[in-house]
């Protein structure tokens, strides 16, 4: 299992894909923490019917899970995450607005259609199947269990 989560390549592209997604996303998240979560809150529990746990979820997942993915730390997992919530996101409020966004401002705010939430899904994919890439948490993490990564070099070790 810990070898499915943290194996990654040595890729760089993964590595660009994993920032930009998570300083894009985490923008999301923290602009909901502060005096704009009480309104997320009654959009999640008024306007859709959700429960209050869905409006917490979502900014854990917006925030932790994003700065998670920068770190490239868990990167399938965190994408994951961020996949499923934005496939909630494209069944419950977008996916009846439409495939385009809200150009033309013919809905209220925050409700667009999900061309920008297929984007995030297409890079979601592409983490969970290359990992968090070459500058990444994952790779230390990998190259720290390979077998005998934790050996001296040889010009440390004590002469005989």
Request: hydrophobic content about 45%; proline content about 3%; some cysteine.
């Amino acid at each position: 299992m810990k070898k499915l989560l943290f194996n990654t390549d040595n890729n760089p592209a993964s590595s660009i894909m994993r920032v930009a997604l998570g300083i894009i996303i985490i923008t999301h998240g923290t602009s909901k923490l502060g005096s704009g979560f009480p309104e997320f809150n009654d959009f999640i529990t008024g306007y859709m019917g959700l429960p209050v746990i869905v409006a917490y979820a979502t900014v854990f997942i917006e925030t932790a899970s994003a700065a998670m993915l920068i770190l490239g730390f868990a990167t399938r997992l965190n994408a994951i995450a961020i996949f499923g919530l934005f496939v909630g996101m494209i069944v419950t409020v977008h996916g009846a607005v439409g495939f385009q966004m809200n150009w033309n401002g013919q809905y209220d705010a925050g409700m667009e259609g999900y061309e920008y939430h297929l984007l995030v899904l297409i890079i979601c994919a592409g983490l969970i199947v290359l990992g968090g890439g070459r500058f990444s948490m994952d790779r230390i993490l990998q190259q720290s269990n390979r077998p005998g990564s934790l050996k001296r070099p040889k010009s440390f070790q004590k002469s005989k």
